[in-house]
């Protein structure tokens, strides 16, 4: 009989690993399946990083490490966020943890009691919704379809607002969207956020390297509110280094302290490799991703282009991340070998049996009509993969 927490009972398993643990397992009994569930760079971590990771080996920098981080770390993304966004973060407002995830945990255990209601547009990345419920929080969802980019207005957010309200949380570039939200779409929101003193909203920017717009925009430039938001971010995405571990927050400094103490019960300081490989990565120009950025916007288009020539599909055009996600609700109602498409999770399920393609439904992202297509992969893997999943939508009747 499982004794386990309720807390347990109340969680539900990341959609995004569970796909990916499924399709590593048909891939390991032999079936020859094309991945494109996991939100993470094909692309290896930067020679210049693993050099300074060498260097910090044979340095002998293997002891326990401050619980926020080391403190040429903090400087150095103290330094990144007034060079790249213009953001005056000073090394005790800087959090660094074991990836942008725990900062984002950090901060939602440091701000939501229980019963506080957090406000989430969706589509959302799928942790988000998992997390408030661990933070006891209450998830309040406002919507955003493909017809307005999958971003929601401020007037969506002032009307969510009541007075259990304590939290925003939301990502630009958006995962699973790719939606970017404009400067003056942010100046918006900061708008009703100065109509509501005690409303907090944590900013996810992990993909801020990511984007094809020319510049990222953050939340935290306007000055009236920067008091008021979180930024998140980290080196996972734009530096492909997810496998190091490093995420960070920007935040007032009574906000950091509080995730500094829960930081300092939980895990303590992270990797004290990883932390001077991130201190490499963020002294770095954003220029040196240059490359990698034009090939995750070649691949968009690409991806895109092939998508459109499928009858059903109906897609936006992401400006950043390295996700599509199409409207595929014009398959649902229709039939494959006399089974009913009722959703997306059973389109999912049809596309990685039928076609060998494994991707994530929307229904874990907030949204029921769409399913999430990653294309960190290969242009070959890409046109492999849009080639059966049209071949096998084909199929279906109505």
């Given at each position: ?10 969680l ?17 009994a ?25 260097r ?12 926020n ?6 400087e ?9 966004n ?5 090394p ?10 725990q ?5 939602m ?7 506080d209601e ?5 589509p959302?990345w799928?942790s ?6 661990m ?13 307005n ?12 607002i ?6 925003m ?5 958006c ?22 003193a ?8 992990i ?21 008021q ?33 829960i930081?300092g ?15 490499a990565?963020?002294?770095e ?18 991806v895109?282009?092939?998508l ?6 109906k ?13 595929i ?5 229709k039939?494959?070998n ?9 389109l999912?399920?049809f ?8 991707l ?10 769409c399913?999430?297509?990653s294309y ?5 893997v890409?046109?492999?993969a849009m080639?059966?999943?049209k ?7 109505a």
């Amino acid at each position: 009989m499982s004794q386990v927490a309720d807390r347990i009972n109340h969680l539900s398993e990341s959609q995004t690993l569970a796909m990916a643990r499924r399709s590593r397992e048909l891939q390991q009994a032999g079936v020859d399946i094309i991945s494109l569930s996991l939100g993470e760079p094909d692309f290896d971590t930067p020679d210049f990083v693993k050099v300074a990771a060498n260097r910090a080996i044979a340095d002998n920098f293997s002891h326990y490490t401050p619980v926020n981080g080391f403190q040429d770390l903090r400087e150095a993304i103290s330094t990144k966020f007034k060079r790249d966004n213009h953001l005056a973060y000073s090394p005790d407002e800087i959090v660094v943890s074991t990836g942008a995830k725990q900062s984002i945990a950090n901060a939602m255990l440091s701000l939501v009691n229980p019963g506080d209601e957090v406000i989430v547009p969706a589509p959302y990345w799928v942790s988000y919704i998992e997390i408030i419920k661990m933070a006891e929080g209450i998830p309040v969802i406002i919507e955003a379809g493909i017809d307005n980019d999958f971003k929601v207005t401020a007037d969506q957010i002032e009307k969510a607002i009541t007075t259990r309200t304590k939290l925003m949380i939301f990502s630009t570039p958006c995962n699973p969207t790719g939606s970017v939200y404009s400067k003056n779409e942010l100046a918006a929101i900061s708008k009703v956020m100065e109509r509501h003193a005690n409303f907090y909203v944590i900013c996810d920017e992990i993909y801020e390297h990511i984007n094809f717009v020319g510049h990222h925009e953050s939340l935290a430039q306007f000055d009236a509110t920067k008091n008021q938001v979180i930024t998140i971010n980290g080196v996972s995405k734009g530096f492909a280094m997810t496998g190091w571990r490093i995420g960070y927050i920007g935040a007032p400094k009574w906000i950091a302290d509080a995730c500094t103490k829960i930081q300092g019960q939980v895990t303590s300081g992270t990797c004290s490799i990883a932390q001077k490989a991130a201190k490499a990565a963020v002294s770095e120009s954003p220029a040196v991703l240059s490359d990698m950025i034009k090939a995750f916007q070649k691949r968009r288009d690409l991806v895109l282009g092939l998508l459109n020539e499928i009858p059903g599909m109906k897609t936006n055009i992401p400006e950043g991340a390295f996700y599509v996600f199409p409207d595929i609700s014009s398959f649902f109602g229709k039939f494959f070998n006399g089974k009913e498409i009722k959703n997306a999770n059973d389109l999912s399920l049809f596309l990685l049996d039928e076609a060998k393609v494994a991707l994530v439904t929307g229904e874990a992202f907030g949204n029921p009509n769409c399913i999430r297509i990653s294309y960190a992969a290969s242009e070959k893997v890409l046109e492999e993969a849009m080639k059966r999943i049209k071949e096998a939508l084909s199929k279906i009747s109505a």
